[in-house]
């Protein structure tokens, strides 16, 4: 099965409060189809952030990013703005 990789760009109110929420959001998830995830710093604006994640397919990805229940944790762990979510496969 092809993995489906969104990149998400948002800011942060404060970056280390942000991570908690990610990394406590973790176990849900990969039971939503999760298959890696690596995040980014902007080097010139630390509260930018970039989230790589790696779906088991893009119906899982698709549903995990326009379910409402990630808008509530965005907001919960201190995301400023609207989120740009890009889906994307490998060239």
């Known amino acids: 099965m092809e993995a489906r990789t969104v990149i998400t760009q948002f ?40 989230a790589i994640l790696e779906w088991r397919s893009e119906a899982a990805a698709k549903a995990y990013v326009e379910g409402m229940a990630i808008k509530a944790k965005m907001m919960d762990a201190g995301v400023v703005g609207l989120p740009q979510f890009h889906f994307v496969a490998e060239a």
């Not at 942000?18 to 189809?33: I, L, N, S, T």
């Not at 890696?36 to 930018?48: E, H, I, L």
């Open 11 to 50: 800011e942060v109110k404060d970056f280390a409060g942000w991570m908690e929420a990610f990394e406590r959001y973790g176990a849900e998830r990969k039971a939503a189809g999760l298959v890696s995830s690596k995040v980014y710093r902007q080097a010139d604006s630390p509260t930018v952030v970039f």
